[in-house]
């Protein structure tokens, strides 16, 4: 089981994720272009991030609330559509965190 819908840099949530950072100083223009910072406080260029889900990941939202509305729920698309629940962070950094969870998609119960 997977969260039915893919967030990426270029969706209206990102780029709305983008613009916060942006605002924040987390992002910046340099002579070799776009860079961020990830969560290893390191700067590395904009093509290199990935959406993360902030400040719960997508797994715990579901097994804990989504998966009690179902997968194609109102309810789960509006969080996952929220830009509130994402920052930017390094693949690298975002898909190691998300194997150290250990813990799987819950079948819907719904």
């Given at each position: 089981m997977s969260l039915v819908y893919f967030r990426c840099k270029k969706s209206k949530t990102g780029k709305e994720v983008?613009?916060?950072l942006r605002d924040?100083?987390?992002?910046?223009?340099?002579?070799?272009?776009?860079?961020?910072?990830?969560?290893?406080g390191e700067w590395y260029p904009l093509s290199e991030a990935d959406m993360?889900?902030?400040?719960?990941?997508?797994v715990k939202y579901?097994?804990?609330?989504?998966?009690?509305?179902?997968?194609?729920?109102?309810?789960?698309?509006?969080?996952?559509?929220d830009s509130n629940n994402y920052t930017l962070?390094?693949?690298?950094?975002?898909?190691?965190?998300?194997?150290?969870l250990k813990e799987g998609y819950k079948p819907p119960s719904k």
């Open positions: 983008i613009q916060r924040k100083g987390k992002i910046k223009n340099t002579r070799k272009g776009e860079v961020f910072q990830a969560s290893d993360a889900h902030e400040p719960m990941d997508a579901w097994n804990t609330t989504g998966r009690k509305h179902g997968a194609k729920s109102k309810e789960v698309r509006e969080w996952m559509l962070d390094h693949y690298s950094l975002n898909r190691s965190a998300g194997a150290k």
